[in-house]
């Protein structure tokens, strides 16, 4: 079966902190993707990043960094220096390559509060 | 281009009314996504399709739900004698089902149903 965790719930930080998202995830399949989306408060899933499970190689784009570690199903994401602009809710998702659908697994959510 | 597109926004019915809402996906896509979010949670997959054709239903959609996607472009979700416990951001999303965006959706920002 697959799953997603996101053990947090909700984060408060003041701007400029640096925040990390944590993620843990289930899965019997060898090849899978990892996501993580941004949900504002308009509603609109934005993609922020997918990795595939062969690819463990940590990435960094602009203040978003993500740590992905098979050996503990983890794929943590760090905001650094955050802005009010960050706030939103968070979401580690899973999509597992067998399934021909390609329907993603989210995670419950993290939400993220940035505080001027 | 234009990323997905959902209406109505925002939708308020009586229970027992039927409501419909559709998607117009990104133009190149061929497979089309239904989530249904619930507050506090990460959408839940209800179906997609590839092109014209639906290949997958969830158990989440009962038999008052039907999607339709006649010509392989938008979509419609139809909701037939609502209940309230069908109150929930709809979200619809797109992907291709080749190439390096494989699997990557992109997400409308919903319609939110109230069902009084």
């Known amino acids: 079966a697959q799953k997603v965790t996101q053990a947090q719930t909700e984060i408060s930080v003041v701007e400029k902190e640096d925040v990390t998202l944590d993620c843990v995830y289930e899965t019997r399949d060898t090849t899978y993707y990892l996501f993580w989306y941004k949900q504002p408060p308009s509603g609109e899933l934005v993609f922020l990043i997918r990795r595939n499970s062969f690819d463990e190689q940590n990435e960094i784009s602009g203040r978003y960094s993500w740590n992905f570690q098979k050996s503990t199903s983890s794929f943590n994401f760090t905001i650094t220096a955050s802005q009010v602009v960050d706030s939103a809710v968070y979401f580690c998702?899973?999509?597992?390559?067998?399934?021909?659908?390609?329907?993603?697994?989210f995670g419950k959510g993290t939400r993220l509060h940035i505080l001027p | 281009d234009t990323g997905v597109s959902q209406d109505p926004r925002h939708k308020i019915t009586k229970r027992g009314q039927n409501v419909t809402f559709r998607c117009d996906p990104i133009s190149e896509h061929n497979r089309l996504y239904w989530y249904r979010q619930t507050l506090g949670q990460g959408p839940e997959f209800l179906t997609y399709?590839?092109?014209?054709?639906?290949?997958?239903k969830s158990r989440l959609l009962s038999d008052r739900f039907s999607a339709e996607r006649p010509k392989g472009s938008f979509s419609t979700l139809e909701i037939q004698r609502t209940e309230q416990g069908d109150s929930a951001m709809y979200l619809c999303?797109?992907?291709?089902?080749?190439?390096?965006?494989?699997?990557?959706?992109?997400f409308g920002a919903g319609t939110r149903l109230s069902v009084l």
């Open positions: 399709f590839q092109n014209e054709a639906q290949l997958e």
């Open positions: 998702a899973l999509s597992e390559a067998g399934n021909r659908d390609d329907k993603i697994i």
């Open positions: 999303a797109s992907s291709l089902n080749s190439g390096l965006a494989k699997n990557i959706q992109y």
